[in-house]
Nanobody, 115 residues
């Protein structure tokens, strides 16, 4: 079992930046994949970015060049740096870890981007 605790969401003006954090209750060194998803009101949850154990990272087209995923194995934390935020980035953001065949989700953190 893995617990994930997200933080860093909030209200920001368009063009601003936020960094989301996701702290895992166990080592993330050997995970299969980690990433971030988001769900806007009335919409389905969608992939933002995912990083695999092979080292590759896939970003949604809508965030390429603005968002960056990183990880700190020493603190078992993954991050989502979000720059040049737009109102359409407003959503609840969730981190996800894949360990073997199991997926774990955080509780979500709200991001609101005002125009």
């Amino acid at each position: 079992q893995v617990q994930l605790v997200e933080s860093g969401g909030g209200l920001v003006q368009a063009g601003g930046s936020l960094r989301l954090s996701c702290a895992a209750s166990r080592s993330i060194f050997s995970i299969n994949a980690m990433g971030w998803y988001r769900q806007a009101p009335g919409k389905q949850r969608e992939l933002v970015a995912i990083n695999t154990s092979g080292g590759s990272t896939v970003y949604a087209d809508s965030v390429k060049g603005r968002f960056n995923v990183s990880r700190d194995n020493a603190t078992n934390t993954i991050y989502l740096q979000m720059n040049s935020l737009k109102p359409e980035d407003t959503a609840v953001y969730y981190c996800k870890l894949v360990v073997s065949v199991l997926s774990y989700w955080g509780q979500g953190t709200q991001v609101i981007v005002s125009s």
